[in-house]
């Protein structure tokens, strides 16, 4: 079965600063993608980024990239030039293919971005 | 509008009541899930669905019932609403493909008293 934990519960950045959130994961599959949400104040779920296991490169967004270390299990997300619209939970998230599909989350991260 | 609605946005019902959570899509997709969002514990998996009449537990299933007798409706029942059940609940819909984002609902605030 697929797992996937976030190790730190809160965080907090001053704004303008960079930080970055932990995600490991554990899986037998050989292909799959990596995903991170954002959940602000407002409960709203929004997609922040993803990666596709096989692609060496890491995935960037604007001001959000990733830092995939597969033979590590590790997907960490980094946050430049830190706004205080950041302030959000952030899930890492993985979805599991073939017919059983489904989407397991992390326990999240809540992060504050201070003035 | 396009998207995926949960209602009602708030409830609060009584111990041993039966209490239904509506969720509608509009895109079509395939699969949808029903998540329970706990402090601590993030988003579990309640029960999901590839298709119209094709339903399957996740990791909390127990206490809670679901149908799916059309593509675009995903009802979450609680049969006897206990106090543990308290929570936030979030419907979801995807298509079956690793690569694309799943679409959430605004969340339904569940309190059992």
């Known amino acids: 079965a697929q797992t996937v934990t976030q190790s730190q519960p809160e965080m907090s950045v001053q704004e303008a600063e960079t930080v970055t959130l932990s995600c490991t994961y554990d899986?037998?599959?050989?292909?799959?993608?990596l995903f991170w949400y954002k959940q602000p104040p407002s409960r709203q779920m929004i997609l922040v980024i993803r990666?596709?296991?096989?692609?060496?490169q890491n995935a960037t967004e604007n001001r959000f990239s990733v830092n995939f270390q597969k033979a590590a299990k590790s997907f960490s997300l980094k946050i430049s030039d830190s706004q205080l619209g950041d302030t959000a939970m952030y899930f890492c998230?993985?979805?599991?293919?073939?017919?059983?599909?489904?989407?397991?989350f992390g326990k999240g991260t809540l992060l504050t971005v201070n003035p | 509008d396009a998207g995926i609605t949960q209602s009602p946005r708030y409830k609060i019902t009584e111990t041993g009541r039966q209490v239904t959570l509506m969720c509608h899509q509009t895109?079509?997709?395939?699969?949808m899930f029903w998540y329970r969002q706990d402090l601590g514990h993030g988003l579990r998996l309640i029960y999901y669905?590839?298709?119209?009449?094709?339903?399957d537990k996740g990791e909390v299933p127990d206490g809670y019932v679901v149908s799916r007798s059309k593509t675009e409706n995903f009802p979450l029942t609680l049969e006897s609403a206990t106090r543990s059940q308290t929570s936030v609940y979030f419907c979801?819909?995807?298509?079956?493909?690793?690569?694309?984002?799943?679409?959430f609902g605004q969340g339904t605030r569940l309190t059992v008293v």
């Open positions: 998230a993985f979805p599991s293919g073939g017919s059983n599909y489904k989407l397991t």
């Open positions: 990666q596709e296991a096989y692609k060496q």
């Open positions: 979801a819909s995807s298509e079956a493909q690793m690569n694309t984002e799943a679409f």
């Open positions: 895109w079509s997709h395939s699969y």
């Open positions: 899986t037998s599959e050989s292909n799959y993608y």
């Open positions: 669905s590839a298709a119209a009449d094709i339903t």
